[in-house]
C-alpha cells in the first residue's frame, strides 16, 4: 500500500511540472557533463577542436550522456578543411564549425550537425527534454530569473517571460533566447520553438528583445 502511494504522489508531480504554463519556472535536471580532465584526449582525437561546458539545463536528454560544446575551425592554416557537414557555423573574421562533444560507452564522438543529433536522442518524449534538445538543435539558451537579475538589460517592449516547455497536443513549444555575438549591434531574441517527438524542429516565431547597454558600442570581428 505505501508503495502505491508514494507512486501516485510522484505521478501527481509529473504531471504538475507538464502542465506548467510559461512564466513559471521549472526545475530542469543538471547537465552530465564531460570530466574538463578528458578535453585533452578529445582534442587529440579531433584536430583544431576547443572544448567548453555546456548549458546547465541538459539533464532531461535521453540518453543523457555526458556531453560538451565544441568549436572546430573548417581550414587548418594550410587551408586544408577540417569540419564536415556541420549545421552550425559561427564566428567573424575567423569562422567556426559549432559541434557538441559526446561520450558514449567510453569513447568521444563529434555531433556534426542536426541528422546525427536527432539519431542520438530522438524520440522526444517529454517537456525536460524538449528543452534541452532544442538548445542543441538550434544553439540558442534558456534563461530564467537569475539570468535577468543579473544585468539591468534594456527591453525592447516588456520584459520577456522566462524560458519554458509545454506539451501541446502532440509536440512541444519551447521558449529560448539567442545572442548576435559579432559586429557593432548585439540585441538578445527571444524565439519560440515548436519541437517535434521526431526530432524535428520548426522556429514560429523570433523577435528582438532586450540589449546588455555596457554592450551598445562593442564591435566585434
Given at each position: 500500500m505505501l508503495k502505491i502511494k508514494y507512486f501516485l504522489i510522484g505521478v501527481v508531480a509529473l504531471h504538475f511540472v507538464a502542465c506548467k504554463r510559461p512564466g513559471q519556472e521549472i526545475i530542469y535536471p543538471p547537465t552530465l557533463h564531460i570530466d574538463t580532465a578528458d578535453y585533452k584526449q578529445i582534442q587529440n582525437k579531433f584536430p583544431r577542436v576547443s572544448l567548453f561546458k555546456i548549458d546547465d539545463h541538459l539533464g532531461g536528454l535521453t540518453p543523457n550522456y555526458p556531453i560538451?560544446?565544441?568549436?572546430?575551425?573548417?581550414?587548418?592554416?594550410?587551408?586544408?578543411?577540417?569540419?564536415?557537414?556541420?549545421?552550425?557555423?559561427?564566428?567573424?573574421?575567423?569562422?567556426?564549425?559549432?559541434?557538441?562533444?559526446?561520450?558514449?560507452?567510453?569513447?568521444?564522438?563529434?555531433?556534426?550537425?542536426?541528422?546525427?543529433?536527432?539519431?542520438?536522442?530522438?524520440?522526444?518524449?517529454?517537456?525536460?527534454?524538449?528543452l534541452a534538445y532544442a538548445v542543441l538543435y538550434t544553439r540558442s539558451f534558456p534563461a530564467f530569473k537569475d539570468f535577468f537579475d543579473k544585468t539591468k538589460y534594456e527591453y525592447v517592449?516588456?520584459?520577456?517571460?522566462?524560458?519554458?516547455?509545454?506539451k501541446e497536443g502532440g509536440h512541444y513549444k519551447v521558449h529560448l533566447f539567442s545572442y548576435v555575438t559579432f559586429g557593432c549591434d548585439h540585441p538578445f531574441y527571444s524565439e519560440i520553438y515548436q519541437v517535434n517527438t521526431d526530432g524535428t524542429v520548426t522556429l514560429l516565431s523570433r523577435v528582438r528583445s532586450f540589449i546588455d547597454p555596457k554592450k551598445r558600442s562593442l564591435c566585434v570581428d
Open positions: 560538451a560544446i565544441a568549436n572546430q575551425m573548417l581550414i587548418d592554416f594550410h587551408g586544408k578543411p577540417l569540419s564536415k557537414d556541420t549545421d552550425w557555423v559561427t564566428g567573424g573574421f575567423i569562422p567556426q564549425a559549432l559541434k557538441i562533444a559526446v561520450k558514449i560507452d567510453g569513447k568521444y564522438i563529434l555531433i556534426n550537425n542536426r541528422k546525427e543529433l536527432e539519431k542520438i536522442y530522438a524520440p522526444i518524449s517529454t517537456t525536460q527534454e524538449a517592449k516588456d520584459k520577456p517571460e522566462i524560458s519554458y516547455s509545454i
